[in-house]
């Protein structure tokens, strides 16, 4: 097999995620090609079309969320994701099982005793009719069942009933406060695929990847006995310390020497959790400047196409600040060329802003 070099992997991936060039794609077709776009926070999923796009307008993902093109759900990793309505509809049954296993992890004995159909059968109802909040969800469950743990409850029903928020929840600037539906009622009748095309979508957004790596996104395990078939229609390769990487024959791998220009990454962006080892994008020596928590994932600057600084928006009435930490010195022209990238985002960001800086930190 031939073996990949960690910049080869890098120059791969930055191609498939439109970092290398920003592509022509309308934001659904975008938002398709990238399988979903993590969204713990409304505004971070914006900022990952407008550095990927071409041409992209806040306007262009808030119509898709009202239009019930895009929906903010509970999805892979248990955690809040844009995905279009057709994925989500598509390849929900397929992570379900990981959804399952998340509530056990994280509840423990509290879950232990729940009658999953009786909280269904009271969620159910209740979220179509009045599209309450998760907080208005727990307290009925609880009026219903009152010796039972009303986080645990609720949560059984993220887990095992799909759903859906519905905006303004999810749209730019709104906040973290969501409302939500079950998806069948807001985004319409399943049409389930199986795990091998979830897998091959992976592959177009991420590959060359190993089983491991889709396991690592997917938040699902013991996952290549069930691949086995759809393993034997792929191409193989090797990475530097010899593990299989699987990837589409049709797809072409970028040079290891084409030119990476600057790119801000929003919070939460999935490239940087895509893979078992991220390396080939985020250096080991940077991982705990960026993911400084367990829930908490910075915003990074690409330079050369790997992470070499996080960046973050200050805000004093008619002056807007991007402060750039860089982790190492940079030459004059890739300073220079931060600076611009900055200034576009942060008038992106702050559009109705006076007066625009880009103030830089060097060795954060």
């Known amino acids: ?21 920003r592509s022509s794609l309308d934001s659904l077709a975008a938002i398709e090609s990238l399988i979903a776009l993590q969204s713990q926070i409304p505004n971070p999923p ?35 994701h844009l995905v279009s309505a057709a994925d ?34 009271i969620a159910k109802p209740f ?33 095992f009933l799909p759903l859906a928020q519905v905006p303004p929840s999810g749209t730019w600037g709104v906040g973290t406060r969501a409302t939500y539906t079950t998806a069948e009622s807001w985004l319409g009748s399943p049409d ?4 091998a095309a979830l897998f091959r979508r992976y592959l177009t957004a991420f590959g060359p990847a190993s089983v491991i790596d889709f396991q690592t996104w997917s938040g699902m395990t013991r996952l290549k006995p069930q691949l086995a078939t759809a393993l034997k229609d792929l191409v193989m390769y090797q990475d530097g310390n010899g593990q299989t990487l699987y990837d589409l024959p049709n797809l072409p791998l970028a040079q290891a020497d084409a030119p990476a220009p ?23 020596a940077q991982r705990k400047k960026v993911f400084v928590s367990a829930g908490r994932v910075l915003g990074s600057v ?9 960046w973050k928006v200050r805000r004093d009435k008619p002056h807007a600040r991007l402060l750039v930490s860089l ?16 200034l576009s985002l942060l008038r992106f960001i702050e559009d109705d802003a006076d007066h625009y800086h880009i103030d830089f930190d060097i060795g954060a």
């Open 262 to 284: 600057i790119r801000f990454l929003p919070e939460y962006d999935n490239i940087l959790i895509a893979h078992k080892d991220r390396r080939r994008i985020l250096p080991e």
């Open 327 to 342: 982790f190492e010195p940079q030459a004059a022209d890739a300073l220079a060329a931060i600076e611009a990238e900055g």
């Open 127 to 159: 979220l179509e009719a009045e599209t309450p909040a998760i907080g208005a969800l727990r307290d009925k469950l609880q009026a219903h069942l009152p010796d039972q743990d009303k986080q645990a409850m609720a949560y059984a029903v993220r887990s």
């Open 192 to 195: 389930p695929l199986d795990l």
């Open 88 to 121: 989500h509809q598509r390849f929900q049954a397929v992570i379900q099982p990981a959804l399952a296993r998340g509530l056990r992890s994280f509840f423990g004995a509290r879950a232990k005793d729940l009658d999953i159909d009786r909280l269904i059968a």
């Open 1 to 21: 097999m031939k073996v990949l070099s960690l910049r080869q992997l890098n120059r791969a991936l930055l191609a498939r995620q439109f970092l290398l060039q």
């Open 302 to 310: 690409l330079v050369d196409g790997f992470v070499s600084g996080i």
């Open 46 to 80: 914006y900022v990952g079309l407008w550095t990927r796009l071409e041409r992209f307008a806040k306007r262009d993902l808030t119509s898709l969320l009202e239009s019930r093109q895009v929906a903010r759900a509970p999805w892979i990793r248990s955690t809040l």
